[in-house]
């Protein structure tokens, strides 16, 4: 897999070994509204720490670039990756999802 294009918008999430590409288009922005829910709503949750893995696991989902493997096996290899080591993709994207590109 490239490496994530910030220009784009793009962001790395490391899972282990692998890095992949979210990419938050538009389309991908929807589908994960339609959903978890509206959006700000979700950027506020994540502020005051309620955030919860299901939200964090289904915002990722919408916005891989490529999807190599089914959405229960990305969900283990989240978890399995260590939600800290997430924390800085979902930062930069929830960062990107508020300011743009």
Not at 45 to 73: I, K, N, V
């Amino acid at each position: 897999m490239r490496p994530a294009n910030s220009v784009r918008g793009e962001v790395a999430l490391a899972l282990g070994e692998r890095s992949l590409v979210l990419r938050p288009s538009f389309e991908a922005l929807v589908a994960a509204e339609a959903e978890l829910g509206p959006l700000f709503a979700l950027v506020e949750r994540a502020a005051a720490g309620g955030l919860t893995l299901a939200e964090m696991a289904g915002l990722f989902w919408h916005c891989l670039a490529e999807r190599g493997e089914d959405r229960a096996h990305f969900g283990e290899a989240l978890v399995a990756g260590g939600l800290a080591k997430a924390t800085p993709a979902l930062r930069a994207l929830l960062e990107q999802i508020l300011a743009g590109r």
